[in-house]
């Protein structure tokens, strides 16, 4: 950890509130785990897995490059917009979905190095007409909006169900819409949400295998996954199977990136459970190494903050602690779009009611 930020080896020295112990390794290492998933797959990103093996052997390092011409340890659009939306989270004490657009569209002003096609339009039509929540659409099945549900698993840890499930359809609603993605962010966000409390390998397989029983496009048992797409069914397929083959975080990650496709955004994906369950000491000493000093800060920043100011812990940051008093007393069926937590109070507007998927619990 020591070099991640080139500063002491005291973790007090990290910026953010302490969590201590276990949970504080978990969160650290989700955050930086997504970083360094992200950096290291964008290498190979839009690569088949015979094109990598003939550059590369095996992928297994942080050197930049690939068809984004990446500095060694650059991150890509996945960390870079889950910062956006811890950012949003942070200065709000909220979840706030027009904090949200606005955050990302100040991420766009600052020419992304990539940017998806779903985002750009989402963001192009919140600066037109305002609007924070997508009309439902198939065709949002990317991954865009899994990728970047961190925020909202750190944030709402310890909030019952059904704010958790509010939380997380808010937040990709800002730019994505679909019912089947809907369902696989919300299965990453619970993932990432029971390793931090502890769950094994077995506990989170229960939670894929109630998302592939639900929707059985999700299946993952098949075919091996290799060169996945950004359908979120795809890239989720990859994720699992490399997440259940493997029993360290750098296997896990070395496994994913190697199948090629979206590969930042599978690193990404299993970066931020792979780290949560196996804990920021888990990560490779030479990947956290390469991460640029500004970002993995940000990352400690905001893992710490955004899980000192969840339900789990009392959300015990002055005013905040009221409104995750809220999120925790909201009734499902009539309360968590209402929560303060999520919306930061009165008039701000969370939209009309989710399809089903948004209710859906495994
Ligand atoms: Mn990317
Ligand atoms: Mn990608």
Not at 142 to 158: D, K, Q, S, Y
Not at 285 to 300: G, K, M, N, S
Not at 347 to 353: D, Q, V
Request: glycine share 12%; proline share 6%.
């Amino acid at each position: 950890m020591s070099a991640v930020l080139g500063l002491s080896t005291n973790l007090r020295r990290l910026p953010g509130p302490r969590l201590g112990g276990d949970l504080e390794r978990r969160a650290l290492g989700a955050y930086l785990g997504l970083a360094t998933g992200d950096a290291l797959g964008a290498t190979v990103e839009l690569m088949t897995p015979r094109e990598i093996r003939e550059t590369y052997g095996e992928h297994r390092d942080i050197i930049g490059g690939g068809w984004l011409r990446l500095r060694p340890g650059q991150v890509t659009d996945d960390t870079q917009m889950s910062l956006a939306l811890g950012r949003s989270i942070l200065e709000r004490g909220a979840l706030q979905p027009r904090a949200v657009a606005e955050a990302f569209s100040d991420w766009m002003r600052q020419k992304p190095v990539d940017i998806g096609h779903t985002v750009r339009r989402a963001i192009v039509a919140f600066r037109e007409t305002g609007s924070t929540e997508r009309p439902p659409r198939d065709g949002d099945a990317g991954n865009g909006a899994c990728m970047r549900c961190l925020p909202v698993a750190l944030f709402t840890l310890g909030a019952p169900p059904a704010v958790v499930e509010a939380a997380s359809c808010a937040q990709a609603h800002v730019t994505h819409h679909s019912p089947v993605a809907d369902a696989g962010t919300l299965t990453v966000v619970r993932i990432v949400q029971s390793a931090l409390l502890g769950g094994g390998r077995a506990e989170l397989r229960v939670l894929t295998e109630s998302l592939a029983a639900r929707e059985t496009r999700y299946r993952y048992d098949r075919r091996r996954t290799e060169n996945p797409g950004a359908y979120l069914v795809e890239t989720l397929g990859a994720v699992f199977q490399s997440l259940f083959a493997t029993n360290t975080f750098e296997a896990a990650l070395v496994d994913v990136v190697n199948r090629g496709g979206d590969a930042d955004t599978t690193g990404a994906i299993l970066g931020m459970i792979g780290g949560a369950l196996y804990g920021a000491d888990a990560i490779p000493e030479r990947w956290l190494r390469r991460l640029e000093p500004a970002v993995a800060r940000e990352c400690i920043e905001q893992a710490r903050g955004l899980v000192a100011r969840s339900p789990l812990l009392g959300g015990s940051q002055g005013d905040h602690a009221t409104s995750a008093q809220h999120a925790m007393d909201a009734a499902p069926g009539q309360g968590p779009r209402r929560s303060s937590h999520l919306a930061g109070g009165a008039g701000t507007g969370m939209g009309p009611p989710h399809p089903a998927w948004c209710g859906f619990t495994p």
